[in-house]
Each structure stands twice: as structure tokens, then as C-alpha cells.
């Protein structure tokens, strides 16, 4: 899997935006850059995902750079539910086998929210 | 919708007991996967499966089983556990390159 590297905490306090970076520069053309939350005793959640554009949902933002090295998941308001550590990860989108499933979790971020 | 569901949500077993975890999915999702995840460890896939009536092994295999007999349900079963699987179990289904949305997870201790 390639590589993606994410600072390891950051701060924010509660409705303002946060901007969590990701560095993904050995990313190969097919690879789907994904985003997950893990909140303490609790599983991973799903935020978003995107390949050259940038995508927006409920939860989130994603921006990826135009030379796909980089991205950058946009909270537009923080809130305390907020408060997880975020991983940044590159999938595979059409590969087979047990790559396709596997999902490495690096460090992350941990972000704290302050009242 | 409810997601994806596990149950039950804890079990403690003595060694060479067996059980078996259920996992529930109402998105009409093509894959399903089980997952354990240790202190300090992140997530391991354990099977996963790409439809109804296939499995795949993952990473960490032995000591588990699957069934997929219907599309919106995935078994992980042990067949005689070990101290070695306690853990927490999570279940997660997605479509091809969608996201994996996660069940809450199982918490076995096996004792």
C-alpha cells in the first residue's frame, strides 16, 4: 500500500473550520484516497473518499491537489462529536484479492476540539 | 436505514468453545469483510467476501470461518477459540470503491 503521512494531532476549537492534511506522494493513478474516523471505543467511520476532484458531503470536504500528492479533509464547523482520530488512507479502487480489503491504519491525527 | 449491525455486541468464551458472530447489512452492499482489531495493532482483515456464496481469506485467517449464504449477511464463526482471538470484531461492508461503513463491533474475551 502506498504510504500517506498526516501530522499527528491538531487542535481546533468548536465551529470553527478545520483543514487535516495528508502527504500521499508515491500515489499511483488508480488509488482512491479515503478517509476514516475512529472515535474511542467505537469503530471506524467512513467520511469520504475521492480521486481527482474534490468531493463534498454531509460530513465533510476533500480537496485533492491537482498533482494528486496531497489532500486535505475540510471540517467546515468543528463540533465536540468531532473529536477522533482521522486516518487518511489510498485504495485500490478496482484491484482484487486481499489487498482490496485489507486497510492500514497508520497514525492518524488525533484531533482535539475545544469548547 | 440501521447500517451495518453485529451481533452480539460481548461474549466471553472458555478456551475450545466455538461461537459464531453475526453481521447485518441493509445498503445492498456487493462486499462484506470481518476485521479484529488489537491494542496497537489497527485493523487486520480476517475474511472478507465479494458476493453471495464467496469468501476470500484475508490476513490473519486461521482459527476462523465465513459464510456468506445471503447477500445482506456475513458470518465469521470460531470453531475452538483461543486466548489468541480475543479481541474486537468489526464487520464492515462497502460496494466496489465506495467507503467500508462499519458495524459497532463485537468485544470477545476467551478466557
Known amino acids: 500500500d502506498a504510504k500517506t503521512t498526516q501530522p499527528n494531532s491538531m487542535e481546533s476549537n468548536e465551529e470553527e473550520p478545520v483543514h487535516l492534511p495528508c502527504n500521499h506522494s508515491?500515489?499511483?493513478?488508480?488509488?482512491?484516497i479515503h478517509w476514516y474516523r475512529q472515535l474511542p471505543s467505537q469503530g471506524p467511520e467512513y467520511v469520504i473518499h475521492?480521486?481527482?476532484s474534490n468531493v463534498n458531503n454531509r460530513m465533510a470536504s476533500l480537496a485533492i491537489a491537482e498533482d494528486r500528492k496531497s489532500s486535505t479533509l475540510i471540517l467546515h464547523r468543528a463540533t465536540l462529536r468531532d473529536a477522533a482520530v482521522y486516518y487518511c488512507?489510498?485504495?485500490?479502487?478496482?484491484?482484487?484479492?486481499?489487498?482490496?480489503?485489507?486497510?492500514?491504519f497508520g497514525q492518524g491525527t488525533i484531533l482535539t476540539v475545544h469548547p | 436505514n440501521a447500517g451495518v449491525t453485529q451481533t452480539p455486541k460481548f461474549r466471553v468464551l472458555k478456551t475450545g468453545q466455538s461461537m459464531t458472530l453475526l453481521c447485518a447489512q441493509d445498503?445492498?452492499?456487493?462486499?462484506m469483510y470481518w476485521y479484529r482489531q488489537d491494542p496497537g495493532m489497527g485493523l487486520r482483515l480476517i475474511h472478507y467476501?465479494?458476493?453471495?456464496?464467496?469468501?476470500a481469506k484475508g490476513e490473519v485467517p486461521d482459527g476462523y470461518n465465513v459464510s456468506r449464504l445471503k447477500k445482506q449477511n456475513f458470518l465469521l464463526g470460531l470453531e475452538s477459540a483461543a486466548p489468541s482471538q480475543t479481541s474486537v470484531y468489526f464487520c464492515?461492508?462497502?460496494?466496489?470503491?465506495?467507503?467500508?461503513?462499519f458495524g459497532p463491533g463485537t468485544r470477545l474475551t476467551v478466557t
Open positions: 464492515a461492508s462497502s460496494s466496489l470503491a465506495g467507503g467500508k461503513y
Open positions: 467476501s465479494v458476493g453471495e456464496g464467496t469468501t
Open positions: 488512507i489510498l485504495r485500490g479502487g478496482l484491484s482484487g484479492g486481499t489487498s482490496y480489503g485489507k486497510l492500514t
Open positions: 445498503m445492498n452492499h456487493e462486499y
Open positions: 508515491t500515489i499511483s493513478g488508480t488509488d482512491y
Open positions: 475521492g480521486l481527482t
